[in-house]
């Protein structure tokens, strides 16, 4: 997955606008629940196999620097 492709989007019509990895019904939230709980990206990835290990990464990449870009 090449960096200027969405990892991630919202529709209305999809779990009525909540942000899901694209192509899927996963919330990015259930990543970030996951990882709080201890969980390691690859149980998340194996309870998720929608998902793709790129896509993930990729938004826990762009999350990180969103975050950072707000402190700094």
Do not use: K, N, W, Y
């Amino acid at each position: 997955m090449r960096q200027s492709e969405p990892v991630v989007h919202s529709h209305p019509e999809i779990l009525s606008g909540t942000p899901v990895f694209v192509g899927t019904r996963v919330p990015v939230r259930t990543l970030l629940d996951c990882r709080e709980a201890g969980d390691t990206l690859d149980d998340f990835l194996e309870d998720f196999a929608g998902v793709s290990r790129e896509q993930a990464v990729q938004f826990l990449e762009q999350a990180t620097e969103a975050l950072l870009s707000q402190v700094a």
